[in-house]
């Protein structure tokens, strides 16, 4: 269940709010459920805690694959 892995990942990020990875994977919650503002959001603010976050990366990955912009995709696969 998506909502239940973005709460509990808000959750963790509440507690540990320089955490990039609850930010992250919450994005990846939003990411799966199709809300592409939300998920885009928690991306570039767990970035702005960790610009290497790997999270992220798969994370830019799967949006611009739903949005079918497969160049997009590869440039962020391949981390430029």
Not at 50 to 60: A, F, H, K, S, T
């Amino acid at each position: 269940d998506y909502d239940l892995a973005i709460s509990d990942f808000t959750a963790a990020h509440a507690l540990k709010p320089k955490d990039a990875d609850a930010l992250a994977n919450r994005g990846m919650g939003h990411a799966w459920k199709g809300d592409t503002d939300a998920a885009t959001r928690d991306f570039a603010a767990a970035r702005s805690l960790d610009p290497e976050n790997l999270i992220v990366m798969r994370g830019e990955v799967l949006l611009a694959m739903n949005l079918a912009d497969f160049e997009l995709a590869v440039r962020r696969a391949s981390h430029t």
